[in-house]
């Protein structure tokens, strides 16, 4: 929960150092992050609510966001990485695998 404290051309520098560093020396890691995505689809309405609310406190208080899949597959593509998982942890987290 590091990344939603920063706005997307932050977020997209903080990526792009995770890659450099997983990618050094030929060698081939990944980034695990445990963040919040937002899916109005499929997350039951007071969850929903619960996860806009703190995206509302978010923009409000540090200039940060919390974002869709859509919005993290952006960030996760412009910082250089071509592909990512997310496995949910919990109604309000998930884990968020990116790989160079």
């Not at 997209?12 to 995505?37: H, P, Q, Y």
């Not at 039951?44 to 619960?50: A, D, K, Q, S, Y």
Request: glycine share 8%; net charge negative; aromatic share 8%.
């Amino acid at each position: 929960m590091i990344l939603h404290d920063w706005n997307d051309n932050d977020c997209k520098k903080i990526l792009e150092n995770c890659k450099e560093a997983i990618s050094d020396k030929g060698k081939r890691g990944r980034v695990i992050l445990i963040e919040t995505v937002i899916n109005e689809g499929q997350d039951e309405h007071g969850l929903t609510g619960l996860k806009l609310a703190m995206d509302v406190r978010m923009t409000c208080l540090l200039n940060g966001k919390e974002r869709s899949e859509e919005e993290w597959k952006k960030l996760f593509m412009e910082a250089g990485f071509q592909s990512y998982k997310i496995y949910p942890l919990t109604g309000y987290l998930s884990l968020i695998e990116i790989y160079p």
